[in-house]
């Protein structure tokens, strides 16, 4: 089970930080990723880190941008979203795979969380 949450309505160029509540049996066990759906446009990869945090990637949109990292001991994964633009609009989801490498590919993930919604005014 996911819980994503931390969304929210900030103007261009600030910082938000998600985060994805996971149950005892997806963290620490699996990679974890999150994507975003913008209105008008299909859903697309944002970051994803290893089930043990030794790797990540992101999208080249966020690099620089956005940082994803996971506290197992806490059963959560963050997305830091620093420097926000307008077309960063959209809901976030969080995704847990049932590997321990992460994948850009949605269709390796096989739990979603419910999405948070991020809005980014010019």
């Known amino acids: 089970q996911l819980q994503a949450f931390g969304g929210g309505l900030v103007q261009a160029g600030a910082s938000l930080r998600l985060s994805c509540a996971a149950s005892e049996r997806t963290s620490g066990s699996y990679a974890m990723g999150w994507f975003r759906k913008a209105p008008g446009k299909e859903r697309e990869f944002v970051a994803a880190?290893?089930?043990?945090?030794?790797?990540?990637y992101a999208t080249n949109s966020v690099k620089g941008r956005f940082t994803i990292s996971r506290d197992n001991a806490k059963n959560t994964v963050y997305l830091q979203m620093n420097s926000l633009k307008p077309e960063d609009t959209a809901v976030y989801y969080c995704?847990?795979?049932?590997?321990?490498?992460?994948?850009?590919?949605?269709?390796?993930?096989?739990?979603w969380g419910q999405g948070t919604q991020v809005t980014v005014s010019s």
């Open positions: 880190i290893s089930r043990n945090g030794d790797s990540t």
């Open positions: 995704a847990a795979r049932q590997e321990g490498w992460p994948s850009r590919d949605e269709h390796m993930y096989v739990s």
